[in-house]
């Protein structure tokens, strides 16, 4: 038996499909949820040019203490992190896996909905880390919205 060679005409086998599942548009989160990765392709973008990225959050969050608090969460996602990060580059609209990642915790995090977190990131970080990252997220919003509310 001959093995028969996929055309275009050929349908993809749904179990091959669901591999294929769109990329998440930055345009469509939350608004907390864009400006956190937004600001996490400005710490990027400094750390490859040796920039300190504290004034530009500053103006981002419009609080100091907020920019300082997403540094201190930079860090921690950076150690928790079980590989390297995804990151896309400042001007595309798309999200890579681990900038939706980073954007449904927050988002999650922004609702106060500590299970949704969890299960967000069940899969891949251990409950000690992710107690700590919902530290660090719990603190950021905490001065990202009392700036928001001066």
Known sequence: MTPQIPTPQTP???????????????????????????????????AKTEQDPSAALEQRFRSPLAARRFQVLVVAID?????PFMISRPCCALLTPDEAMIADLAATAAYGDR??????ARDMLSPETRDQLHIRFSAFLRAFNAAAKA
């Open 115 to 120: 299970a949704a977190f969890d299960t967000v």
């Open 79 to 83: 150690q928790a992190w079980p590989e």
């Open 12 to 46: 993809i086998p749904q179990s091959l499909a669901s591999l294929f599942t769109p990329t998440r548009d930055l345009r469509d989160l939350p608004l907390l949820s864009m400006h956190v990765i937004m600001a996490m392709r400005l710490c990027v973008m400094c």
